[in-house]
């Protein structure tokens, strides 16, 4: 090599002088117009954006995003220079305007800033910190912040993380998923911005989750994260306030629908798993409408899951158990536990048919048992209780549909109120995953004092804090320190007086999934079994001791989610064996995998869980 053309190779701090020189005034990539004089780049996709000389973000034009392998790798929408001062402002006047009048959320907003910023600089140090104090910081780049960052994103938006893929980009996906830099993925999660947590339909924004979902994964099951895509599937947006906003950074148009929305998401499974045919797919976040059929749709074909549907059930059935523990009864006793669920969406419906399972199998696992558990259920959406009398029933909901002639006997009728139904039932539990927040009003929670049990259990579950169905406050106040109380996103345990605490447990899906995905990677079980989930859920029930649960703890302590998840991700293991599923992982066969025991599987997971350490490195010429 010569001397000059090793000094322009494209790393070297010397060629960037020369190609920033070469660019001065005139064309710095910021003020780029017609006529004048290019800029020499000596690299291409991720390495433009991450060099802030180079990187134009949202301004990369379509055909520049295509001759520098950029498609994919930014939202759709091309800002011109000017819209990206214009979102830049936004954002600086609203946290300005926020810090004079000072509402609550704007702390949260600027910690996940700051950890954001980390996020972009180095990893390893962000996950050191996010690891090290995660019960602190998992309220920022999860569930309740991560929220506001989806709501505020096209405001946040600096550097682009994770890929997108839009309708726009129908022909192209099997080219563009090369255009991510890791030869190696692991864990994708994807979303199509439908139903960000009870938020609604956030569009293009949606990306936010899967970034928080991720964050977990690294943080709670070592997932590698140069082995991590969040992935954002833009079919466009039916949120009115998006399609109107000049700065959204999404398709402006409503969104796919049917058969030409499916071939969008089949086009991108094939894709990924085309160039990953290891990697396991988290569907997040997707409307109801396309949860339950993509579920069903890709489920024996590809390694995934459904996040809302299935690791929420699987959540909810180990707060159920131990609710039924903390009345100082055997687990067994849960298919005798009424159960009113408000909310039957993709994480209601996902509860009562995994809960419904759950029961058959300790009643006998045969058709009647299935049958029976039925009758402990009663749905409540929007439209008040479901029953047979439901015109244009969803069939999703249609087995839970209570029969005429018993809601008649039980003075109740199509449509009855929650706080009717609650009334009448004295349900053991009260389940919200409704979306509204203070569902569960002061009548709603006066009505469950008839409880025909000694410890009602409420579960809040709808995030984020604003749409919780009711506060650990209100419950407690309400329903004396003996009420279960678990919210979907952290909330303070209450002082009760004269010492005593009512505890606020969290209930959400961050106890799982992470467990879920690690144990089908490191089993390689082809799909994720019904087994292998409520394997992971019956682990989730165990782990709780029972001097807890009978002080009302049901779930551990977030501080200890790295422990929870090695367990879960080995419980998953050993079913996934069981099944005759796992094919192993790296250097560990599936014959292997069948002589380890439980302590060796423990130890597997231990050891292939990713830490935050710099690693040493080397130098190595091209
Ligand atoms: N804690 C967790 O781990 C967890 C997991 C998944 C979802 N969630 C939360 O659950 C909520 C719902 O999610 P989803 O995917 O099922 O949403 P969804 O939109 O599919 O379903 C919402 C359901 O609530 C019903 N509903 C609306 N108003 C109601 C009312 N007044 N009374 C009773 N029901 C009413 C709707 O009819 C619908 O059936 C969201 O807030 C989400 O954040 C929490
Ligand atoms: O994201 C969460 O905090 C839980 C759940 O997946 C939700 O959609 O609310
Ligand atoms: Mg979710």
Sequence with gaps: MTLSSSLLRRSSPIHRL???????????????????????????????????????????????????????????????????????MVDLKRLEHHARDGPSDTNALAKWRILNRCHDRNETLYYKVLIDNIEEYAPIVYTPTVGLVCQNYSGLFRRPRGMYFSAEDRGEMMSMVYNWPAEQVDMIVVTD???????????????????????????????????VLPVMIDVGTNNEKLLKDPLYLGLQEHRLDGEAYLSVIDEFMEAVFTRWPHVIVQFEDFQSKWAFKLLERYRNTYRMFNDDVQGTAGVAIAGLLGAVRAQGRPMIDFPKQKIV?????????????????????????NESAFESARSQFWL??????????????????LPFARKLRDVEHQGLREGASLVEVVNKVKPDVLLGLSAVGGLFSKEVLEALKGSSSTRP???????????AECTPEEAFSILGEHVIFASGSPCSDVNLGDGKIGHCNQGNNMY?????????????????????????????????????????FIYPSISSIRDITKEVAAAVIQEAVAEDLAEGYRDMDARELQRLDKEETLEYVKNNMWNPVYPTLVYKKD
């Design 341 to 365: 669920v408000a909310g039957a969406g993709s994480a209601g419906l996902g509860v009562v048919n995994a809960a419904r399972k759950t029961m058959a199998r300790m009643l006998g696992n």
């Design 193 to 227: 911005g439908s139903r960000i947590l009870g938020l609604g339909d956030l569009g293009v924004q949606g990306i936010g989750i899967a970034i928080g979902k991720l964050d977990l994964y690294v943080a709670a099951a070592g997932i590698n994260p140069q082995r």
């Design 380 to 397: 409540v959406d929007a439209k008040g209780l479901i029953t047979e009398e439901r015109p244009n029933i969803d069939p999703n909901a």
């Design 512 to 552: 799982l999934f992470p467990g879920i995905g690690l144990g089908t990677l490191l089993s390689g079980a082809r799909v994720v079994s019904d087994g292998m989930l409520q394997a992971a859920a019956e682990c989730l029930a165990a782990y709780m001791k029972e001097e807890e649960v009978l002080k009302g």
């Design 18 to 88: 020369i190609s920033a020189a070469s660019v001065a005034g005139s064309s710095r990539p910021f003020t780029t117009s017609e006529g004048s004089r290019p800029s020499i780049v000596h690299k291409r996709s991720i390495d433009i954006l991450h060099d802030p000389w180079f990187n134009k973000g949202t301004a990369f034009s379509m055909t520049e995003r295509d001759r520098l392998d950029l498609r994919g790798l930014l939202p759709p929408t091309v800002m011109s220079p000017q819209q990206q001062i214009d979102r830049f």
């Design 457 to 467: 259990a409420v579960f809040a579950m709808s995030n984020p804090t604003k749409n």
